[in-house]
């Protein structure tokens, strides 16, 4: 598979549908899946793949040597924080890593936002910023003359994660048009299931089922401006319309941080939990089975080992890749 996608990527080379070192995103913002071409998905995705050996390898790399990345993160993370902090210093970064700032910055004498990130743009070249409002990382990108790169903001954005995820998707299944794909879970408060329909919007013929309980729907605001960009979306609510042979499912939590009643939380908590009958009633042999992570109780953990499941080890190493690319392309490193 791997092969296959390096042979198509390739071809989209030489087809100048992807052209080398274009250098698109230099001293860019990354904010929303929105702000993307196609073209600049796969360059993106591309140059991820040329970066993958030097981590898989762990060979020593000076791409990204006198520059040092601030990871601000306002919010619990593991998987984003230490995968970008992975990726600077892969490529030889100096990293500014601050990952309670709600408790252990200047932000509990009370410093706004605003103030913060032009602290840390004395100090460093990019700031990869996480925090529980929705446009955070856009008021952050207002202020700051050095690249924002949004790595979650509330209920709004996750795009890292949806380059991760579809790094992940290409590479599982050799292309990102004419997909069909099942998300389930928490599609109301979820942002890596809104930043994916973007993404996936972007290229043609794609499908995706939203697979929730009508409490946990996507607003419907939401839901109408997501569709107006071409992509087909289905809401369903019950296991029976799942579609047969699916490309990917992809699965997240009930966020419960986002609940203000906790009984309402645990009402919905398990729901929809991914289980070896799921996937024998309703999966396809090629159906990849994603997830962002963190998983609490919604796919049962013998799903682990199905050799479709690649959240665990393959989605997750991809994001190391994935920033990687992205931190060389933003600062316009070659690569
Ligand atoms: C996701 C997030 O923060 O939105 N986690 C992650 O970054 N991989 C998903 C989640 O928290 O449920």
């Not at 992940?168 to 879970?185: K, Q």
């Not at 839901?223 to 107006?228: G, K, M, N, Q, R």
Request: proline share 4%.
């Amino acid at each position: 598979m791997l092969k296959l996608f390096s042979c198509l990527l390739d071809y989209l080379m030489s087809k100048k549908i992807i052209e080398k070192n274009s250098h698109n995103l230099i001293g860019k913002d990354i904010i929303s899946l929105d702000q993307f071409s196609p073209e600049e998905i796969k360059e993106i995705l591309y140059t991820a793949k040329k970066l993958k050996p030097l981590r898989d390898l762990a060979k020593p790399s000076k791409i990204l040597s006198g520059k040092i990345i601030s990871l601000l993160f306002y919010e619990p993370s593991t998987r984003t924080f230490s995968s970008f902090t992975s990726a600077a210093q892969q490529l030889g970064a100096g990293i500014i890593p601050i990952q309670n700032a709600a408790s252990s910055s200047s932000v509990i004498k009370g410093e706004s936002l605003k103030d913060t990130i032009l602290t840390l743009e004395c100090f460093s070249d990019i700031i990869v910023l996480r925090h529980p409002e929705n446009g955070s990382a856009n008021e952050a990108a207002a202020v700051a003359d050095i690249p924002i790169i949004n790595a979650g903001d509330g209920t709004n954005e996750h795009p890292t994660q949806t380059l991760l995820d579809m790094y992940t998707i290409f590479e599982e299944t050799g292309r990102l048009t004419n997909l069909t794909g099942v998300c389930a879970g928490d599609m109301l408060n979820g942002r890596t299931v809104k930043s994916l329909i973007k993404g996936l919007s972007l290229f043609k013929g794609n499908t995706v089922y939203l697979l929730s309980s009508e409490k946990l729907r996507i607003a419907r605001r939401e839901l109408h401006a997501l569709s107006a960009s071409g992509i087909k979306l289905i809401e369903i609510s019950t296991e029976e319309e799942i579609p047969k042979n699916a490309d990917f499912w992809y699965w997240t939590r009930v966020q419960k941080e986002r609940f203000t009643n906790l009984k309402e939380y645990k009402k919905h908590k398990n729901t929809l939990v991914l289980t070896p009958r799921l996937i024998e009633n309703y999966a396809g042999k090629k159906t990849i089975f994603m997830h962002p992570l963190p998983r609490v109780d919604e796919i049962d953990v013998s799903v682990d080992n199905d050799p479709r499941a690649v959240y665990m080890h393959k989605q997750m190493r991809n994001g190391v890749y994935v920033r990687m690319a992205l931190l060389a392309l933003v600062t316009g490193k070659k690569v």
